[in-house]
């Protein structure tokens, strides 16, 4: 019996059937991502730092340094931005890295992901980083993102007999395939078919990341969540150490958010909780489920605020803020769920809560139970995807640019600048 695996297609259908012995040839029309490999040597002399500004295509994770802003546009590298006036900030260099999505900062270096591996650089210069050093093969491999809905073959990614190297990126491709299917008589089973296609601040020691992040800073060791492993990062030394073996985390964890000495992770089913008393062995503290749907966390005041947002992968309608009592890690207690339009990243800080939903929304957060009477501000004709509150400052990245807001009053909430994506 002749078996194809079509996971990969976008809108595949499933029928259970029961009846009786026979077989039937389908013609598919379909198209696919076939993997882009580059030599691994390559791969990693690829690194170029810029003091030529690079235009941001599309948004990212944030990381806000002494007066920087650092931009991490997936797969493509981290742009600076000059931001010790945020009323006019600067684009004043850019660092190709092919793989990179996250990026930490402590103590002037810069630490960043680059599919398999770590990368770090000294930005005593914030303007020109200088590359320190690598660590290779400490993240398990992480794949380019899709520039389409399409599906991705996987056969070739993991093929045994696949390149030497490593994926950057993907090739669309269609194909036409006939396919022979069995089913007997009184035997239940799933008949899967493809889709036919038709057609300036005080000196810091740790940056201030957004809540979309998956790199966190606890003392001298740095926790990185990728492909649902935790890896530690020992960084007291001149250069960086895995510490530990990687840690497997259940629930999909997309999220890392480090409060105190706690780890909390946003999964598509809820909040994980763990403590990290003993920096090299995160305990398990608890976990708080709510519907399914992707989520960013933030925590002030043993106060966890979480939103829910419906789309993409996340597999339901439902958009939510949750705010939960987490004083007692081991049983964190919902206090208030309200209905958001489609909320993604949010920050705090004292007291004032700014979350992406329809734009920007700002609220008075000191009391959980009156907050969505109290919104302060409502900044809406953009697509918010994370936020950094800082020293009165609101540093927003959207989908067509990064906003800035002054909040020194929050009487009189003003927007200070924006920079556009694209030309």
């Not at 684009?91 to 990368?119: H, Q, S, T």
């Not at 489609?342 to 007291?351: S, T, V, Y």
Request: some cysteine; hydrophobic content about 40%; aromatic content about 12%.
């Amino acid at each position: 019996m002749k078996k194809l695996l079509f996971s990969f297609l976008i809108g595949a259908t499933c029928l259970l059937f029961n009846a009786c012995e026979n077989s039937m040839t389908e013609v598919y029309s379909y198209k696919i991502n076939e993997p882009v490999f580059m030599d691994l040597a390559e791969f990693r002399s690829s690194v170029n730092v810029t003091q030529q500004p690079v235009e941001i295509s599309q948004q990212g994770k944030m990381c806000f340094y002494n007066g920087y802003l650092y931009i991490s546009e997936s797969g493509k590298g981290i742009h600076i931005i000059d931001n010790r006036n945020p009323a006019k900030p600067q684009n004043v260099g850019f660092v190709e890295l092919l793989g990179n999505a996250d990026l930490a900062i402590r103590n002037n270096l810069l630490y960043a992901d680059a599919f398999i591996d770590l990368v770090w650089f000294d930005i005593n210069n914030p303007a020109k980083p200088a590359l320190k050093g690598r660590l290779e093969n400490v993240f398990p491999e992480s794949l380019p993102i899709t520039p389409n809905d399409y599906g991705c073959d996987w056969a070739q990614v993991y093929s045994e007999d696949k390149p030497k190297g490593i994926v950057v990126g993907w090739k669309l491709v269609k194909r036409t395939e006939k396919i022979e299917e069995y089913y007997q008589v009184g035997r239940w089973g799933y008949l899967y078919g493809a889709e036919k296609v038709t057609s300036d601040a005080s000196r810091m020691t740790n940056g201030v990341t957004g809540s979309m992040a998956r790199f966190g800073l606890y003392g001298d060791y740095m926790y990185a969540i990728i492909n649902d492993m935790l890896t530690i990062f020992d960084l007291s030394g001149d250069t960086p150490k895995k510490a530990v073996e990687s840690l497997g985390i259940w629930r999909n964890v997309e999220t890392i958010f480090n409060y105190e000495d706690k780890l909390f992770m946003g999964t598509p089913t809820g909040m994980l909780i763990y403590s990290v008393e003993d920096p090299l062995t995160p305990k398990y503290r608890s976990f708080i489920s709510h519907v399914w749907g992707c989520d960013p966390v933030v925590v002030e005041n043993d106060i966890a605020y979480v939103t829910v947002h419906a789309g993409n992968n996340c597999g339901q309608n439902f958009n939510e803020l949750i705010i939960i009592d987490v004083k007692n890690v081991d049983s964190p207690q919902p206090i208030a769920t309200y209905t958001m339009t489609k909320p993604k990243g949010l920050g705090i800080d004292n007291g004032t809560l700014f979350v992406c939903d329809e734009g920007l929304k700002i609220f008075d957060a000191t009391d959980p139970l009156t907050l969505m009477g109290k919104r302060l501000a409502h900044y809406s004709g953009m697509e918010g995807y994370d936020v950094i509150p800082f020293n009165n400052v609101l540093m927003m990245i959207a989908e067509d640019g990064i906003y800035q807001y002054d909040y020194s009053d929050l009487n009189k909430i003003k927007r200070l600048s924006k920079i556009k994506f694209g030309k």
